[in-house]
C-alpha cells in the first residue's frame, strides 16, 4: 500500500536559540518570549483556518515559563502534537555524557506531560545532529520515533562555511555539525540501523524533507523563495510517501512587530513579514493538499508506516 502523508512540524525553539548561533547577546523583554507570544498565535490561527493538525517540538526549558505551556496546553487541546525537543536545546548533545542526554530527553518528557497530561512519542534533535548513542537513548527512553535526521547537502555545506566564517572573525556559534555520512541517509521513513543513516530494525526515523534536486524542503527555503518557488518545491516533493515540512517559529515571526529588528540584521527572513513568509508555506501547502495528500501530525504518520514492514 503507497502511502500519501504530509506533515508540518515546527521546532518551537525560543529568541534566545537564535541569538546563540548568531553568537549574538541574549534577547530582553518582549523580544525574549517572541516565539511562544507571537508566532505561536499567528501559526495558530493558519493551521485553524485549514484544519490541519501539527507537531510542535518544544523544549523542555521554555516550559517553566507558565505561558508557554498554557501555550502548548492549548495547542494539545486544539488537537496539535507536542514533541520533545530536549530540556535545554544543547547543539552539542551527541557530544555529552551518557547519563546527561538521557536526562535530556527524561526531564523534556517529564514537563511535556505536566503541561499537556501526555507523554511525547516523537524526538527532534537540537540542530538535527544525531548519533547512535542518541538513537540508543532514545530507544531506553520508549520514543516511538525520531524526526531529526536531515541529509540535505546544500544545508550542510551553507552550516559547515557559516561555522568556519564564524571561526574566521572569533565569534562562537553554539552550533555543531554532524558527520557528513548523514547525507547517505534515506529521504523517505526507515528503520535506523548502526549507523543510524543505515537501515536497520532500530527506531523509526521520519527524515526532514530534501527535494530530488537534493534542495532543503523547509521553511527557510519556503520563505525566502516566496510564493512562486514554495509551490515549485512543493511540486518536487510529490510522488513520496511522506512529505515531512519542517518549520521553524520564526517561519512566522515579523521582525517589527514582535522587536526583533537586532536579530534581523543577521537573518534574511527576519526581513519579510509574517503575512509573506505564511503566504509561501501556505502556498506549497495547497499544492501538496491538492495532489491528495492526508496531512497529519508526524505521530499520526509513524503509526501508519510502523504498521508496514520496514523495507
Ligand atoms: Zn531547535
Redesign the pocket.
Known amino acids: 500500500m503507497t502511502l500519501r502523508l504530509a506533515s508540518i512540524s515546527i521546532?518551537l525553539?525560543e529568541t534566545p536559540?537564535y541569538t546563540a548561533i548568531h553568537g549574538l547577546e541574549q534577547p530582553s523583554g518582549p523580544a525574549a518570549h517572541a516565539i511562544y507570544d507571537a508566532a505561536v498565535p499567528r501559526l495558530e490561527a493558519w493551521l485553524e483556518e485549514e484544519s490541519i493538525p501539527a507537531t510542535f517540538?518544544v523544549?523542555g526549558e521554555d516550559l517553566e515559563r507558565d505561558e508557554n505551556r498554557a501555550s502548548v496546553a492549548r495547542l494539545h487541546r486544539a488537537g496539535h502534537e507536542i514533541g520533545n525537543?530536549s530540556y535545554h536545546?544543547h547543539y552539542d548533545l551527541t557530544r555529552r555524557a551518557a547519563a546527561e542526554v538521557h536526562e535530556e530527553i527524561e526531564r523534556c518528557a517529564a514537563i511535556i506531560e505536566h503541561a499537556c497530561g501526555t507523554r511525547p512519542s516523537g524526538f527532534?534533535a537540537?540542530?538535527y545532529t544525531v548519533s547512535d548513542a542518541l538513537f540508543s537513548a532514545l530507544a531506553v527512553a520508549g520514543v516511538a520515533y525520531d524526526s531529526s535526521v536531515f541529509p540535505c547537502p546544500s544545508y550542510y555545506a551553507a552550516k559547515a562555511l557559516a561555522l568556519s566564517a564564524f571561526r574566521a572573525i572569533g565569534r562562537r556559534s553554539e552550533s555543531v555539525l554532524d558527520t557528513p555520512a548523514v547525507m547517505r541517509a534515506p529521504r523517505q521513513p526507515y528503520r535506523v540501523g548502526r549507523p543510524y543513516w543505515r537501515r536497520g530494525d532500530g527506531i523509526l526515523e521520519l527524515p526532514i524533507g530534501v527535494t530530488p534536486l537534493q534542495l532543503p524542503f523547509i521553511g527557510t527555503s519556503l520563505v525566502l523563495g516566496g510564493e512562486r518557488v514554495a509551490e515549485r518545491l512543493g511540486k518536487q516533493m510529490l510522488g513520496r510517501e511522506l512529505i515531512n515540512l519542517e518549520l521553524?517559529g520564526l517561519d512566522a515571526s515579523d521582525a517589527g512587530e514582535d522587536g526583533l529588528d537586532r536579530l534581523a540584521v543577521h537573518r534574511a527572513d527576519l526581513k519579510r513579514s509574517a503575512a509573506e513568509k505564511l503566504g509561501a508555506i501556505r502556498a506549497a501547502v495547497r499544492v501538496i493538499r491538492e495532489a491528495g495528500y492526508e496531512l497529519v501530525t508526524l505521530e499520526e504518520a509513524a503509526r501508519k508506516f510502523s504498521d508496514r514492514p520496514s523495507r
Do not use: A, L, S, Y
Open positions: 521546532d525553539d536559540r517540538f523544549v525537543h536545546h527532534r537540537p540542530g521553524h
